[in-house]
């Protein structure tokens, strides 16, 4: 008997642990970020005290970063071509660029719950991470509840598998993720659950990649565009 195993074609995401160079650069940006105090939370699903804007300076970041990580999205999934928003057709030669990027500062019991970002890619870097996921589940408010159930301190994906099933990826965050960094498509779901008995608070990055729209505005009647 000869048989073929075949697999469905499905996006995945990278994980890359960031060197003390850019995390420092990124500390910096925050900082100066907290000076300057443009609110976010208007624009987020989450339910946290603080988020912020931050600026790239010099496309630094992005250039360092991000470039790199598309180039190795793009030849490891999908066939090399990029997720898309709304359905929207585009070639692979519209650049892109780093339109939103923000820190979040996350207390105890505060959450983001299950969503999705606009864009085309998005990351998220953990800079802080004042608790032990593992510890989290050993909280006497646990008690009697089924381990894989305790979601205390959890950053998750959500995604269907090929029969329609809702499957999760958790990380159990502890300081061991720090300077770690997820890029994924941006319409992969994800959510921050809760931790408790800290007073320190969860401190991380988020970032969403967009195609430019100054380039489609300018090339919108050529052919290939949708």
Known sequence: MQFINRHFQTN???????????????WNIIKKGLKQKV????????????SYLLVDENN???????????????????NGFDPTITNTVMPNNVPL??????????????FNPY???????????????PYDS???TLLPQFKGIEVSQRKAGKFEFEFLDTLGEIKV??????PNY????????????????????????????????????????????KKGFA
């Not at 970041?61 to 490891?76: A, D, G, S, V």
């Open 134 to 136: 593992a510890e989290q």
């Open 39 to 50: 609110s976010h939370k208007s624009n987020l699903a989450g339910n946290i005290s603080k």
């Open 169 to 174: 990826l958790s990380y159990d965050l502890s």
């Open 12 to 26: 995945g995401f990278i994980e890359v642990k960031l060197d003390q160079v850019t995390l420092d650069y990124l």
């Open 178 to 221: 720090e300077g770690s960094m997820v890029f994924f498509p941006s319409k992969l779901r994800h959510c921050v659950y809760p931790f408790y008995g800290s007073d320190e608070p969860r401190v991380s990055i988020a970032g969403n990649i967009w195609f430019n729209p100054a380039f489609i505005a300018a090339n919108s009647t």
């Open 97 to 110: 660029i780093l339109n939103d990027l923000w820190v979040n500062y996350q207390y105890q019991s505060e």
């Open 60 to 78: 630094s970041f992005y250039k360092k970063i991000c470039e790199p990580l598309i180039n190795i999205y793009r030849q490891n999934n999908n």
């Open 115 to 129: 969503h999705d970002h606009g864009g085309v890619y998005s990351f998220a870097i953990w800079m802080k991470i």
